[in-house]
C-alpha cells in the first residue's frame, strides 16, 4: 500500500481525525480489531504527546503524520515543537504522570518505539507494529 | 467528537455514565464534571465506563486527578469497566491497583457502603 502523509494543525481537536483515518488504513491494510485498537491507542498517545508539545510552546507548526505499510505497518509522528525536558516521573502523591502512563502505552502497543530529535527541529515518534 | 456525560444519585453515591471517546480532545469536558461534582459536595463518585469506545494517557490523567481530589475529602472513587480493551489500559498502566473496578454499578455502589 502507498504511503500516506496527513498533515494536522497542532491543537488537540485533530487527534481524533488522525486516530480516525488511520484506523480505518488499518482495517484496509487487514490488522484485525485488537490491533486496530492497539493502533488507535498508540497514534493517540503519539500525537497527544506532539499536541500538547505544541501548546506548550504556543507553537503554530503542523504535526505530521505519515503511514506506511510495506510488509508491516510504521506510522511516524514528527512535530516541530522545541520540547521542554521531560517531565517528572511521578507527581507529589508518588502517581505516575500523564507522560509515563502514555510511554507504558505506547510500549506495549507497538513492536517498537524510537523518539528522535528531527533534523527540522522537534521530534519523530516512530512507531512499528508487529503483524 | 462528543463526549456524553450523564450524572445520577445512586444511594449517596454521584454515578457518573460516560459515553463516546476520551481522548485529549474531550478528557477536559470530564476533568471540569468531576471537579464540580466535589465542589458541590459529591465525595463518593461511580464512573461508569461501560460506554467508552476510546481512552488514553489524558483519560487516565483526568481519573486520577479526579481520586485524589475525592481522597482529599476522605471520599471514593470507583470504576465500572468490563470492556477487554479499556480494562487493558488500566492494566498496563498499573491502575488496577490504584481504583476499585466493578462490573455493574450496583456491585460498585454496594462494595463502597
Known amino acids: 500500500m502507498a504511503r500516506v502523509e496527513i498533515e494536522i494543525p497542532p491543537r488537540s481537536a485533530y487527534v481524533g481525525v488522525v486516530r480516525l483515518a488511520l484506523a480505518s488504513l488499518g482495517r484496509s491494510s487487514g490488522l484485525d480489531e485488537e490491533a486496530l485498537d492497539d493502533l488507535k491507542i498508540a497514534v493517540s498517545e503519539a500525537c497527544t504527546n506532539a499536541v500538547l508539545g505544541h501548546e506548550e510552546t504556543g507553537s503554530d507548526e503542523p504535526v505530521l503524520v505519515t503511514w506506511e505499510d510495506e510488509g508491516g505497518v510504521v506510522v511516524e509522528v514528527t512535530d516541530r515543537s522545541e520540547k521542554q525536558e521531560p517531565g517528572r516521573l511521578e507527581d507529589s502523591q508518588g502517581f505516575s504522570t500523564r507522560q509515563v502512563m502514555s510511554m507504558a502505552l505506547l510500549e506495549s502497543m507497538v513492536e517498537r518505539v524510537d523518539v528522535e530529535a528531527s533534523p527540522t527541529g522537534g521530534t519523530t515518534t516512530r512507531l512499528t507494529f508487529s503483524h | ?113
Do not use: W
Open chain 2, 1 to 113: 467528537m462528543e463526549l456524553g456525560l450523564d450524572v445520577r444519585k445512586v444511594d449517596s453515591h454521584a454515578v457518573v455514565d460516560v459515553k463516546g471517546e476520551i481522548d485529549v480532545y474531550t478528557a477536559p469536558k470530564l476533568r471540569e464534571k468531576l471537579i464540580e461534582l466535589v465542589s458541590e459536595g459529591s465525595y463518593n463518585v461511580v464512573v461508569n465506563l461501560e460506554g467508552v469506545d476510546f481512552l488514553d494517557s489524558t483519560g487516565l490523567g483526568v481519573l486520577v486527578g479526579a481520586l485524589k481530589r475525592v481522597k482529599a475529602h476522605d471520599g471514593s472513587l470507583s470504576l465500572v469497566c468490563t470492556q477487554d480493551k479499556i480494562l487493558k489500559i488500566f492494566k498496563i498502566t498499573g491502575l488496577t491497583k490504584v481504583f476499585p473496578i466493578h462490573e455493574s454499578v450496583d456491585e460498585a455502589v454496594g462494595a463502597a457502603e
